[in-house]
Nanobody, 126 residues
Framework: QVQLIESGGGLVQAGGSLRLSCAAS????????MGWFRQAPGKEREFVTA????????YYADSVKGRFTISTDNAKNTVYLQMNSLKPEDTAVYYC???????????????????WGQGTRVTVSS
Protein backbone atom coordinates (compact mmCIF):
# COMPACT_ATOMS: atom_id res chain seq x y z
CA GLN A 1 0.00 0.00 0.00
CA VAL A 2 1.48 3.30 -1.08
CA GLN A 3 1.65 5.99 1.56
CA LEU A 4 2.83 9.57 1.41
CA ILE A 5 2.91 11.16 4.81
CA GLU A 6 3.58 14.87 5.12
CA SER A 7 4.76 16.62 8.24
CA GLY A 8 6.32 19.89 9.30
CA GLY A 9 3.50 22.33 8.79
CA GLY A 10 2.59 24.97 11.33
CA LEU A 11 2.23 28.64 12.10
CA VAL A 12 5.07 31.00 11.24
CA GLN A 13 5.49 34.74 10.92
CA ALA A 14 6.10 36.38 7.58
CA GLY A 15 9.76 36.18 6.67
CA GLY A 16 10.21 32.96 8.59
CA SER A 17 11.02 29.44 7.44
CA LEU A 18 9.56 25.96 7.59
CA ARG A 19 10.68 22.60 6.30
CA LEU A 20 8.07 20.12 5.16
CA SER A 21 8.78 16.41 4.88
CA CYS A 22 7.08 13.73 2.83
CA ALA A 23 7.86 10.14 3.79
CA ALA A 24 7.08 7.74 0.96
CA SER A 25 6.51 4.01 1.38
CA UNK A 26 4.83 1.05 -0.25
CA UNK A 27 6.76 0.84 -3.49
CA UNK A 28 9.97 1.86 -5.23
CA UNK A 29 9.78 5.51 -6.22
CA UNK A 30 13.01 5.81 -8.18
CA UNK A 31 11.12 6.26 -11.46
CA UNK A 32 8.63 8.69 -10.03
CA UNK A 33 8.37 12.45 -10.03
CA MET A 34 7.68 13.85 -6.59
CA GLY A 35 5.72 17.05 -6.38
CA TRP A 36 4.46 19.53 -3.85
CA PHE A 37 1.14 21.27 -4.40
CA ARG A 38 -0.81 23.62 -2.21
CA GLN A 39 -4.39 24.67 -1.81
CA ALA A 40 -5.50 27.85 -0.11
CA PRO A 41 -9.06 28.29 1.17
CA GLY A 42 -11.46 28.91 -1.69
CA LYS A 43 -8.79 28.36 -4.32
CA GLU A 44 -7.78 25.55 -6.63
CA ARG A 45 -4.85 23.30 -5.90
CA GLU A 46 -1.72 24.78 -7.42
CA PHE A 47 1.70 23.47 -8.32
CA VAL A 48 4.61 24.48 -6.12
CA THR A 49 7.59 22.36 -7.11
CA ALA A 50 8.65 18.94 -8.35
CA UNK A 51 11.76 16.79 -8.48
CA UNK A 52 12.71 13.70 -10.45
CA UNK A 53 13.85 11.16 -7.92
CA UNK A 54 16.17 9.45 -10.34
CA UNK A 55 18.02 12.49 -11.64
CA UNK A 56 17.30 15.16 -9.09
CA UNK A 57 16.04 17.67 -11.65
CA UNK A 58 13.90 20.33 -10.04
CA TYR A 59 11.08 22.56 -11.21
CA TYR A 60 9.46 25.49 -9.44
CA ALA A 61 6.45 27.70 -9.77
CA ASP A 62 7.44 31.29 -10.41
CA SER A 63 5.81 32.35 -7.16
CA VAL A 64 8.27 30.33 -5.06
CA LYS A 65 11.49 30.47 -7.09
CA GLY A 66 14.39 31.63 -4.99
CA ARG A 67 12.49 31.03 -1.75
CA PHE A 68 11.59 27.33 -1.77
CA THR A 69 13.89 24.35 -2.31
CA ILE A 70 12.86 20.77 -2.96
CA SER A 71 15.23 17.93 -2.17
CA THR A 72 15.27 14.19 -1.66
CA ASP A 73 16.90 11.75 0.72
CA ASN A 74 16.98 8.45 -1.11
CA ALA A 75 18.11 6.50 1.92
CA LYS A 76 15.08 7.68 3.87
CA ASN A 77 12.65 7.70 0.93
CA THR A 78 11.77 11.23 1.95
CA VAL A 79 11.18 14.42 0.01
CA TYR A 80 11.69 17.79 1.65
CA LEU A 81 10.38 21.26 0.94
CA GLN A 82 12.46 23.99 2.52
CA MET A 83 10.45 27.20 2.58
CA ASN A 84 12.21 30.47 3.33
CA SER A 85 11.08 34.09 3.29
CA LEU A 86 7.50 32.97 3.77
CA LYS A 87 4.69 35.33 2.88
CA PRO A 88 1.07 35.41 4.03
CA GLU A 89 0.05 34.34 0.52
CA ASP A 90 1.95 31.06 1.07
CA THR A 91 -0.74 30.08 3.58
CA ALA A 92 -2.31 26.83 2.39
CA VAL A 93 -2.53 23.10 2.89
CA TYR A 94 0.53 21.58 1.27
CA TYR A 95 0.28 18.20 -0.40
CA CYS A 96 2.97 15.78 -1.46
CA UNK A 97 2.33 13.76 -4.62
CA UNK A 98 4.03 11.03 -6.64
CA UNK A 99 3.54 10.35 -10.31
CA UNK A 100 4.96 8.32 -13.16
CA UNK A 101 5.29 11.29 -15.49
CA UNK A 102 6.95 11.03 -18.85
CA UNK A 103 7.00 14.67 -19.91
CA UNK A 104 8.09 17.59 -17.80
CA UNK A 105 5.11 19.63 -19.00
CA UNK A 106 2.98 17.31 -16.89
CA UNK A 107 4.84 18.04 -13.68
CA UNK A 108 2.65 20.99 -12.78
CA UNK A 109 -0.62 19.16 -13.47
CA UNK A 110 -2.17 17.70 -10.35
CA UNK A 111 -4.34 15.33 -12.38
CA UNK A 112 -1.24 13.53 -13.68
CA UNK A 113 -0.05 12.37 -10.26
CA UNK A 114 -0.91 8.88 -9.04
CA UNK A 115 -0.56 9.17 -5.27
CA TRP A 116 -1.24 11.91 -2.75
CA GLY A 117 -0.58 12.55 0.89
CA GLN A 118 -3.16 13.86 3.33
CA GLY A 119 -1.68 17.35 3.46
CA THR A 120 -0.08 19.53 6.09
CA ARG A 121 -1.27 23.02 6.93
CA VAL A 122 1.01 26.04 6.70
CA THR A 123 -0.15 29.37 8.08
CA VAL A 124 1.95 32.50 7.61
CA SER A 125 0.94 35.46 9.73
CA SER A 126 1.63 39.04 8.72
Amino acid sequence: QVQLIESGGGLVQAGGSLRLSCAASGRTFSSYVMGWFRQAPGKEREFVTAVTWSGGRTYYADSVKGRFTISTDNAKNTVYLQMNSLKPEDTAVYYCAAGLLTYYVYYSRASKYNYWGQGTRVTVSS
